[in-house]
């Protein structure tokens, strides 16, 4: 049992794991940043489009 654990500690898949989380959720916050920064500016755009037409 104490070879399972000592096995079990030792391995880096958990490290792996933890890392690519990470970079998951790095990847995650600057896609949203991004959308809302976009969205704002393409939701301005199409304003100025929709009054123009009117």
Request: proline share 0%; aromatic share 6%.
């Given at each position: ?13 958990g490290a792996s ?38």
């Open positions: 049992m104490s070879r399972l654990w000592t096995r079990r500690l030792s391995e880096e898949t794991m933890v890392e690519y989380a990470l970079l998951v959720v790095l990847i995650a916050i600057i896609a949203l940043l991004a959308i809302r920064l976009a969205g704002t500016q393409v939701s301005e755009a199409f304003s100025e489009i929709g009054s123009g037409l009117q």
